[in-house]
C-alpha cells in the first residue's frame, strides 16, 4: 500500500491544493508542500495533454530547488464541456456561466499527474465522466456565495457543496476531486520498481 510504499521516502507535494493535501493526509503519506507558482494557461491543446503538461512543469520548477532523495508528485485538474476546458472561474460571474454550462449535462474531469526524482519523471492522467443535474439560477447564486466554486476547476467541488448537483460519475471519485488516487498507486509503485532494478 501507500504508506508502506512511500514510508521511508521524502515526497514533495507540489501544490497548494486543500484537496489534495486532504487526500495526502487521509492516505496517510509522509509529505510536505513545495508550491511552484508557474503559470497554467488554458490553450487550444489537446486537454490531457495539457493536463500532463502543466502537472510536468509543477514538478520540474520545484525539483529544480530540492535535493536529490526528494521525490516530486505535482498534478493539474481541468473540466472539459463542448471541447472548451473550463479552469478556476476568474470571477463570480464566470462561475455562474461555468455553472450553467454544467448544468443537466456530462462533462469531463481530467487530471494530469507528474512524479519527478532526480533526472527522471512520468507522467499521466485520468479521465473521469460526470452527469450533473439540473441548477437552478437560485442554486448557482446559493452555490456561488458559499464561495466554494472559486478556487476550483469547472466551478465546483465534488467533496463538498457542489455534491448536490452531481447525478453520476463514470470513473474514478478522486480525480474529480483533483488527485486520481489509484492511478497514482499504479504509476509510483512503477517509477520505484524501475529505480530498484
Given at each position: 500500500m501507500l504508506h508502506n510504499i512511500l514510508k521511508d521516502r521524502k515526497l514533495i507535494l507540489a501544490s497548494q491544493s486543500p484537496r489534495r493535501r486532504e487526500i495526502f493526509d487521509m492516505l496517510h503519506l509522509p509529505y510536505s508542500v513545495r508550491v511552484s507558482n508557474i503559470a497554467e494557461p488554458l490553450t487550444d491543446e489537446n486537454p490531457a495533454l495539457q493536463a500532463k503538461h502543466h502537472a510536468q512543469n509543477k514538478a520540474m520548477a520545484v525539483l529544480s530547488f530540492e535535493d536529490n532523495d526528494e521525490i516530486i508528485v505535482s498534478a493539474d485538474t481541468i473540466?472539459?464541456?463542448?471541447?472548451?476546458?473550463?479552469?478556476?472561474?476568474?470571477?463570480?460571474?464566470?462561475?455562474?456561466?461555468?455553472?450553467?454550462?454544467?448544468?443537466?449535462?456530462?462533462?469531463?474531469?481530467?487530471?494530469?499527474?507528474?512524479?519527478?526524482?532526480?533526472?527522471?519523471?512520468?507522467?499521466?492522467?485520468?479521465?473521469?465522466?460526470?452527469?450533473?443535474?439540473?441548477?437552478?439560477?437560485?442554486?448557482i447564486w446559493d452555490y456561488i456565495?458559499?464561495?466554494?466554486?472559486?478556487?476550483?476547476?469547472?466551478?465546483?467541488?465534488?467533496?463538498?457543496?457542489?455534491?448536490?448537483?452531481?447525478?453520476?460519475?463514470?470513473?474514478?471519485?478522486?480525480?474529480?476531486?483533483?488527485?486520481?488516487?489509484?492511478?497514482?498507486?499504479?504509476?509510483?509503485?512503477?517509477?520505484?520498481?524501475?529505480?530498484?532494478?
Open positions: 473540466v472539459v464541456i463542448d471541447d472548451m476546458i473550463l479552469g478556476k472561474p476568474t470571477d463570480k460571474d464566470e462561475a455562474a456561466q461555468y455553472l450553467r454550462l454544467l448544468s443537466n449535462r456530462r462533462h469531463k474531469v481530467i487530471t494530469g499527474i507528474c512524479i519527478a526524482h532526480k533526472n527522471r519523471w512520468v507522467t499521466d492522467h485520468e479521465i473521469t465522466e460526470v452527469s450533473f443535474s439540473n441548477i437552478s439560477e437560485e442554486d456565495r458559499t464561495n466554494e466554486p472559486m478556487d476550483k476547476a469547472g466551478a465546483y467541488g465534488i467533496q463538498g457543496f457542489g455534491s448536490q448537483f452531481v447525478q453520476r460519475i463514470n470513473g474514478c471519485y478522486f480525480n474529480v476531486m483533483g488527485f486520481p488516487v489509484h492511478l497514482f498507486y499504479k504509476t509510483i509503485k512503477d517509477f520505484l520498481s524501475y529505480e530498484d532494478l
